[in-house]
Structure formats: C-alpha cells, structure tokens
C-alpha cells in the first residue's frame, strides 16, 4: 500500500543545532495530488510554483503549491504531453519553462513548452540510435545547469554508459517542424563509468554541479564533479564515503535540498520511514548528520522544493 501524500518542512531547529522536520500537510481521499502519478516535480510558469504530476498511462496534472497553508493544492492546467513516458522533468531555458519527456524503450526525447496557463504546445523531439550518445536505455535522466547553460545528462545502470548532450535556442524553428520550439540538442560526451550506480542526487555548490550517487553491485558512495565544461565529462571528488552513510544499500529513496541560503544538504529514507537528513561537507569528502526523523512509511517517491527561504520535501 502507497503512502498517503504527506508534506514536510525543513527548517533550522529552534537553538540553531540541526534541523527540524516537521508534518504540515496530509492529503485526505482521492485529491489534489493523483495517486497513479509517476512523480512529481517542481516548475514555475507565470510566477507561480507548480507541482507537474505525470500519470503512468501517459499525460500529466498539476497541483499548485504554497509556503502556507493549504500548501498544495489543485489547479487547471492542460498539459498534453502524451506518453506514458519513463521520465519527466521540468527545467527552465531562457526563462522558459519546459518539460522533458523521455521513453526508455525507443529514445526518444521530446521537450515541451509550457505557457503561463499550464498549457503545452508541440514539442522539439530528438534521438539517437548511433553513436556517439546513443539516447536508448537511460535507467537515470536529468536536465542539468552548468554556467548558466543547460545540459541532458543520462544513464544506463546496466552498462554504465553515460551521456551528456547540450540543448540550446536556435535562431529559428526549421521549415522540417513547423510549430515547435526553436531548440537543438547536440552531444558533448559519450563515455562509459562502472555499471551499477543508483540513487543519483544532483546539486549545486559553489555555482559548480556535483552529485551522489551509490554503487550497489560492488558497494561504493560517491560525490561527482560535473566539469564546468560537460565535454570533458565528470571527475570523482569524493569516493568510497560509504563509511559515513549507515546501511547505503538499505536506503530507498536518496534526494538533494537546499535549506535556506546555505550548503546543499542529502535527504536519505527507507521505506519503513526512516528518514535522516545530512548537510553535505564543503569539501565534498562527506556529510555531517542534521536530523534523524520517523516519516511516512511506504513512499515510492520524495520531491524536494524551496519556495522563497522555505524548504519542503512531499512524501508520496
């Protein structure tokens, strides 16, 4: 049985020693949030915060939310982004907002505009079944913002192939796709690490992008560097940090967050709702321990969020 969406805050404790996590919302019967979503994510379009609720059959809700009560809730959007699709993740480009829609099976990438009213229009789509960067099989997808550039990086768990591609403004749509959005996606790294990673969660520090990500065939805690120029790929700043994390292999869910202004912190759960919240060292050789809190049992998935100099994180 899936957990009943739940909402916490995160927020220094009272003394200034660690961090307090703290229920503030539960959904009651069948609404707002759809319970056969795939996930949820942030996006803001017209200024306001939005949760995009994919559906495992295909298509998409919203939810809008907020830093006070009711904290979420629903709101008429028609985003018509078809599917199903085995990840959506919004991001923003020329303060645009679009969402990014990829199937596994095939490859394909299709990337959506999405208008102040929650509405979709036809999409820039790409693939690519040669090398280099072949898009097929991506168990982990991601948009990403190096330098203020947006970059797709994605990963095959199987095979550890990695591949990054930029997606940038053209100066025009071509004459071939009338009606889409002017955009092009180009590959600039194909290369190969260790099979077996999982639980990716990327952050920013320092204005450079890194990310923790654990081996669970032959056990290793990483922290990445993305290189501030993707081309030349990623550099391990911090390895085998298992020794600092109890249990790596038991941890279900592992997502990133931001408290306040300050460093970028790792929220870690098991499903039986063991949830431990970790502010990660300047350094990147680890993480010090902020709060160890009973959640929500049964959560198939977390979202992590700020809204204003507020931080949020929906059990669901």
Known sequence: MSAEPTLYSIAPAPGGEGL???QVWQQAGDGPLP???LGARKLEAGGVAYLICPGAAGGATAVRITDSAPFVESAPSNLDIGGPWDAVEPFVLG????VLA?????GNVSIFPVSRDLGT?????????????????FDMITPVVVLSGVYIVGYIKKTGDVRVYSISVTASTPPSAPGTPPLLALPVWDHQWAPNWTHFAWFHMGGEVFFFKINDGKLNVNIDHLQDDPSEGTVAV???LESQLPDPLSLDIVRPLYVGGGDP???????????VVYRVRGDCQGWVEQASVSTVAGASDIVTYQLGDQTFALFH
């Open 265 to 275: 912190h790792l929220l870690t759960y098991k499903s039986d709702g063991t949830t």
């Open 35 to 37: 319970q056969s979503s």
């Open 20 to 22: 307090a996590v703290t």
């Open 95 to 98: 303060n645009e907002p679009y």
């Open 238 to 240: 911090g390895s085998h």
């Open 121 to 137: 229009s036809a999409p820039y789509a790409f693939y690519r079944t040669r090398p280099p960067a072949i898009s097929i099989g």
């Open 102 to 106: 990829y199937a596994k099976a095939t």
